[in-house]
Each structure stands twice: as C-alpha cells, then as structure tokens.
C-alpha cells in the first residue's frame, strides 16, 4: 500500500463527489484536519473508516488502500498485496505503537519542552537570586516555582498523551 497514492485518490474522489474536506470529515465522523492528513498521505484512515468511504464513493476497500479503480480480474490479484499491507500494520502491537507515537510528538515537539525546560531552569534561578529580601518566605516561594515546573509537564504530558490515543485508537472514539 502507498498512503501517498491513497491519499491523491481519495482527494479525487472527494472531488468527484463535490465534497469538500469538512464535509467527508462530517460524513464519515473525522475532522476536515484529518481527511487532509489523509489526502497528503500522512496518515490512512482505519478499516471501519475505510468501508464508510467505499460505500461513499462507490469503490471497493481494496481500490481505496491501493489508489485506483481496478477491473475485476485486477482485484483479485490486489487483494493478497492489500491483506498484506493490513496485516504489518496489526503486526505492530499496541505497546509498539504507543512508543511510535511517544516518539514522533516528542520528536515534532523538542522544541517547546526545551523552551519550557529552559524557561523553568531561568525562574528557579531568578527566585534564589533575586527573593533574598523574603527571609522564611525564600522556601516557599522556590517550591512554587518547582510546583509551576511540575504542572507544566504534567499539562505538555497530558498533550502528548492525548495525540497518542488519537493516533492508536482513532478519532472516531468521539476524540
């Protein structure tokens, strides 16, 4: 399977049919993001969301993973090449996918947690310097400083967990 070449089709068939991509997005119950994620080939919509855009655009699944009409006797011989390409996707287990996943946010996001991190490490530093004048209230004032460091990664972890979960389990799931 191309997701590259999928993607071109199902723009194609969206186009056909007069849809733009907000409205397939609300036809098959994904966002307009996520039918042009589809369409750049960046992602390939599920099996569930796979059968709803067949059935939309008159084409079988098989034509649908591979980007093109096929004759009859060419669906046939497609249809091993496409179970195929299902199966090193189910290959992988949820586990696997989750770290995939883990990875690529981190990896699309090193910027931000380094600009957090940097930014924390700058008022830890700032509130030992400049709080001499609060005395007892020196403490406490570095432990608020270290809770605003703690809850800025619990928020960017819950980020990351909830494009995770969108990732390995799907949109459809009403996220």
Known sequence: M????????IAQLRKEAGLTQAQLGERVGVTNKTVSRWENGNYMPDLDTCLQL?????????ELLLGQRLSDGELRQSANQVMAGVMHYEMFSVKERIQYWKTKWRRDHWLLLVLLAAGWLLLLVWACFQLDGLGQWKP????????????AYGWQNNRMMTYVEDRVFGEKQGR
């Open 2 to 9: 191309d997701q590259a070449k999928a993607g071109v089709f």
């Open 54 to 62: 067949s059935e939309l655009f008159g084409v079988t699944v098989n």
């Open 140 to 151: 406490l004032a570095g432990s608020a400083v270290f809770l605003l460091g703690v809850c």
